[in-house]
């Protein structure tokens, strides 16, 4: 659950780092930078230094939080079981409260980033409406949903026997949970429970990995959150493409359920599948905005991109819009990134 606590309320977890350095062996800024502070045992040293009142927060120290890709790689490996970037995103928290730019820039992206621009772009997408069955599901569609429409998901889950209502919710908050924006993130999750609200319905499935884990965060007791996958697999839908494609998948750091999505891969007709190197590695995203640290990040995107050249694969599937544009940014038209509902919404013989 997302609580986003003061910084001070995580020194128990941050005391409880034994220094084994093993997360500089997986992060993958750490492994560009070889520099402690931009990893979670560094990171970890600095913010005792600042709960002790040795250290003050500083622009410098905020560069080394920023740098962080909130992948959570770390405390996959971590032996102290610490959740690290809850802890990186309470300490960027602390530089937010007073940082006048910080907040300028948070207000811009609420209200034309994520307000305004992704409602005009929205005009352009397609909404249709489902059909009726007994068993119905909500759709969480958050950005991406505004900007692709919510047909490929109808088809899908349509096929599965499933209703589906779409609501027409905002983003889930998340960019402005690892900005460190309570509340503006707040005010997402809010409008959220506003829209649920109007409905006697429990399940949500969503098509975004990243949305999937902030609906989750927000704890609400009762309430079922699912990827896409999950319902495919359930229901056993064996997908039929219109014609032989070769494809590869790039999973977001997100994902927890990778056996459901490789056997949809594995069920579906006429879908050569080639596993990428390092198919799990984070897409770098979080860097995208980091334009003064675009030699650390272009090394990240440029990595990727030779590991999906290597597959000659046309079509380069995700589950996560900010990993859709983080892949998109050096196919320089040479294969095509895709939100995986979209592709099969379009490739695939389904009702
Ligand atoms: S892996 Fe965990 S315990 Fe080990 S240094 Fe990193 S944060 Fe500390
Ligand atoms: S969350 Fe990812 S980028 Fe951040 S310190 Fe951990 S491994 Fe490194």
Redesign the pocket.
């Known amino acids: 659950m997302i609580i986003m606590k003061p910084l001070a309320e995580y020194k128990e977890e941050i005391h ?9 062996s997986v992060c993958p800024i750490y492994k560009i930078t070889g520099n402690d502070c931009t ?3 560094g990171q ?1 040293i600095m913010m005792k230094g600042l709960l002790k009142g040795d250290l003050k927060m500083s622009p410098r120290i905020n560069k080394y939080l920023d740098l962080c890709l909130k992948c959570g790689a ?1 405390s996959k ?4 079981g ?1 959740d ?1 970037v809850d802890i990186i995103v309470a300490a960027k928290a602390e530089y937010f409260k007073n940082n006048w730019f910080e907040k300028f820039v948070s207000f811009f992206q609420k209200i034309f980033v994520f307000g305004f621009g992704i409602k005009f772009l929205g005009l352009f997408s397609r909404k249709i409406k489902s059909k009726k069955f007994d068993k119905k599901v909500i759709y969480f569609g958050g950005c991406s949903g505004k900007l692709k429409g919510n047909g490929a998901v109808i088809k899908i889950l349509n096929s599965c026997g499933i209703e589906v209502i779409s609501p027409d919710f905002n983003c889930c908050g998340i960019p402005f949970y690892v900005r460190g924006d309570k509340n503006t993130y707040e005010g997402f999750k809010e409008n959220f429970i506003k829209h649920i609200n109007k409905y006697d319905i429990k399940d949500i499935v969503t098509t975004c990995a990243s949305c999937e884990k902030t609906l989750k965060g927000y704890g609400i007791e009762g309430l079922r959150v699912r990827n896409i996958f999950e319902y495919i697999r359930e229901n056993e839908l064996k997908p039929i493409l219109k014609k032989k494609l070769r494809v590869t998948f790039h999973k977001p750091c997100n994902i927890d359920n990778f056996e459901d999505i490789k056997w949809i891969f594995e069920n579906t007709e006429n879908l050569e599948y080639i596993e990428m190197e390092n198919y799990d590695k984070c897409c770098g995203l979080n860097g995208i905005t980091k334009i003064s640290e675009y030699k650390i990040m272009s090394k990240i995107f440029w990595a990727k991109h030779c590991d999906i050249k290597k597959t000659r694969a046309k079509f380069i599937l995700t589950s996560c819009l900010g990993c859709e544009a983080a892949l998109s940014l050096f196919s320089f038209g040479k294969y095509k990134v895709m939100d995986f509902a979209e592709f099969m919404g379009k490739f695939s013989k389904l009702l």
């Open positions: 409880s780092c034994s220094k084994c350095g093993i997360c500089q990893v979670s045992r970890f770390c490996f971590c032996p102290s610490i690290v």
